[in-house]
């Protein structure tokens, strides 16, 4: 995350408020981005509630983004892109059941089915899990004055 934004920090502009506000998304002229990506809390203790306020944010998000560019005539976008994390996978369907449309641009990054297709390939690959975690583990600090 560091990596990324160094990389792009020129680029990202971090909203401290509240995204269901339309004068907070108005700040960091939301209806001019090519995307948002919305990150949920694994640890929580209530998964649903949490995918639910994921849902409902990213719903305000394009609605806020959909209004701005019907009411006014610079150049915006009718529609984002969506990039969010969600924890249990029958969210992924409540999610694209409440958009109400065919075919979306949207990511939906579920963690769960990322840990499960991870146990799936370790039975294929005995040790698979091992060799990951050891690689994350070993990779160490990325010396930036290199590049």
Not at 30 to 55: M, R
Not at 91 to 111: C, E, R
Not at 114 to 128: D, E, H, R, T, V
Request: aromatic fraction near 8%.
């Amino acid at each position: 995350m560091e990596l990324f934004i160094q990389k792009y920090g020129m680029f990202l502009t971090y909203l401290a408020g509240n995204p269901m506000n339309s004068r907070d998304l108005m700040r960091g002229d939301t209806h001019k981005a090519d995307s948002c990506v919305l990150l949920t809390n694994k640890n929580s203790k209530s998964a649903a509630e949490e995918d639910h306020l994921n849902i409902l944010t990213a719903l305000a998000i394009k609605k806020y983004v959909y209004n701005r560019s019907k009411e006014s005539k610079e150049e915006s976008k009718s529609n984002i892109k969506i990039c969010m994390q969600l924890i249990k996978p029958e969210s992924k369907i409540l999610y694209f059941k409440s958009l109400n449309l065919p075919s979306t641009n949207d990511q939906l990054i579920i963690v769960e089915e990322i840990k499960m297709n991870l146990l799936a390939k370790s039975c294929f690959a005995p040790g698979l899990i091992s060799v990951i975690s050891n690689l994350f583990a070993s990779a160490g600090d990325i010396k930036t004055d290199e590049f």
